[in-house]
């Protein structure tokens, strides 16, 4: 298996533009989460999908952010406008099952830079 | 903010077995331990998770108090290529602090 797959691994943009991230999971897996990661802040959960059913979007910042999962081997998460301090490496990852006691399987990650 | 504190950093030698403590002491009944670890430019990869009961995978031990509050992972043979950032949680949200900085050294 190719592991998660995550694209574009670099996007520069500049503030206001829309930015769209692409998440393929591994194939068979049924939960889907999508992280952003700082420096300031470290890892953050923004979003989880089960059954590409949205379980918990309590992290998402705020309305600028959304993410969808349309079938169970695709997510985008889209940053509208977008904004400096949404800079960060967004990284997806994806488990067989949720909630505890799973082992989650990370991306390699969207370096994202907002100027 | 993380609920678990780990010491800034370690080093190891290579071969030699290296201890990583973490105390998680607010940990509940049903929370489970989780490692994982982060080398430079790559997304966290998982190591191991308990709930009660001492782990072992063909990664590392994890070694859990008998009242939770602290967890020790052990690698038992590190290499160079252990030298990672190590995180401990008890959300499954996997909400990292800081971690552990850890260089082995040849």
């Known amino acids: 298996d190719a592991g998660v797959i995550q694209s574009p691994r670099h996007e520069v943009t500049e503030m206001g533009q829309e930015v769209t991230l692409r998440c393929k999971p591994i194939?068979?897996?049924?939960?889907l989460f999508w992280y952003r990661q700082t420096m300031m802040r470290g890892l953050e959960l923004l979003i989880y999908?089960?059954?590409?059913?949205?379980?918990?979007d309590s992290g998402m910042p705020e309305d600028r952010f959304s993410a969808k999962m349309p079938n169970a081997s695709f997510s985008t998460l889209k940053i509208q406008p977008s904004e400096p301090r949404d800079s960060a490496v967004y990284f997806c990852?994806?488990?067989?099952?949720?909630?505890?006691?799973?082992?989650?399987?990370f991306g390699p990650g969207t370096r994202l830079t907002v100027l | 903010d993380a609920k678990t504190t780990q010491p800034t950093s370690m080093d190891c030698a290579e071969g030699r077995a290296a201890n990583l403590p973490c105390n998680h002491s607010?940990?509940?009944?049903?929370?489970?331990v989780y490692w994982y670890r982060q080398i430079h430019s790559q997304g966290p990869q998982y190591i191991i998770h308990?709930?009660?009961n001492n782990e072992t995978n063909e990664m590392a031990s994890l070694i859990i108090t008998e009242d939770r509050k602290s967890s020790t992972l052990i690698l038992p043979h590190a290499t160079l290529r252990d030298t990672a950032v190590y995180y401990c949680?008890?959300?499954?949200?996997?909400?990292f602090g800081a971690g552990t900085t850890v260089t082995v050294r040849a």
């Open positions: 990852a994806s488990s067989l099952g949720s909630g505890r006691a799973v082992e989650q399987f």
């Open positions: 949680t008890d959300d499954y949200k996997l909400s």
């Open positions: 999908f089960n059954n590409n059913v949205p379980i918990d």
């Open positions: 194939s068979g897996h049924n939960s």
């Open positions: 308990g709930l009660k």
């Open positions: 607010t940990i509940s009944g049903n929370e489970y």
